[in-house]
């Protein structure tokens, strides 16, 4: 199984994700990524603010992208881009990337801090919920992991979570909105990370 790789990205004014170096070097990057870990890297915008990218791709294991990141490869990708971005978060999880959603035209993220000794309880609960969960989002798919790098401590869970549009998202219906608030009471910190599409290249 791989791991899901996962990062953020600031583009730093006046640039945009238009701005034809910065392009040009983001698409050699997913080349140059794809060649080094063998899986395929996507960049997504988010869609509340179009300076904000997410990178996301796949890993073999986590010693593979260590070696990666000090590689020459990945010390010139940096310096390519280190005047039109800045690197704002990185993080890694135990999600295969053959599950992970990319096809919908709008991706919920949502990163979950589980209070101490609740992880367990979590897990039950949300394999309670979560056919219930699904049959309403058809034909949309969501996937999560638990954050494996080591500041996280285990207790911190990503979800991504496909939909047709932000507004459905926001329009939940009281069922799946009850479900998931029966989780809520395990959580200690919910950070909403917006919402995101494809650049499409």
């Not at 939940?172 to 959580?187: C, D, H, N, R, W």
Request: charge should be negative; hydrophobic fraction near 40%; charged fraction near 25%.
């Amino acid at each position: 199984m791989s791991i899901l790789e996962f990062a953020i990205f600031s583009i730093k004014s006046p640039h945009t994700i238009d701005t034809p170096e910065l392009k040009s070097a983001l698409q050699h990057a997913l080349q140059v990524l794809k060649k080094a870990s063998g899986f395929t890297f996507n960049l997504f915008h988010q869609i509340e603010d179009r300076s904000i990218l997410y990178l996301i791709g796949a890993w073999t294991s986590l010693e593979a992208h260590s070696e990666f990141l000090v590689s020459p490869e990945n010390l010139s990708l940096l310096s390519a881009v280190k005047d039109f971005i800045n690197v704002d978060r990185l993080s890694h999880a135990n999600i295969d990337q053959s599950a992970f959603p990319l096809e919908a035209p709008c991706v919920g993220v949502s990163r979950v801090l589980i209070k101490d000794g609740e992880k367990e309880e979590l897990i039950k609960t949300w394999d309670t919920i979560s056919e219930s969960i699904a049959e309403y989002r058809k034909p949309y798919k969501s996937a999560g992991g638990w954050i494996i790098d080591e500041e996280s401590g285990g207790r911190e869970w990503i979800l991504f979570r496909e939909f047709g549009s932000v507004e459905q998202h926001r329009d939940l219906p009281e069922v799946v909105s009850t479900a998931y608030g029966k989780i809520m009471v395990f959580v200690e910190k919910y950070n909403n990370l917006g919402h995101v599409e494809p650049l499409g290249w």
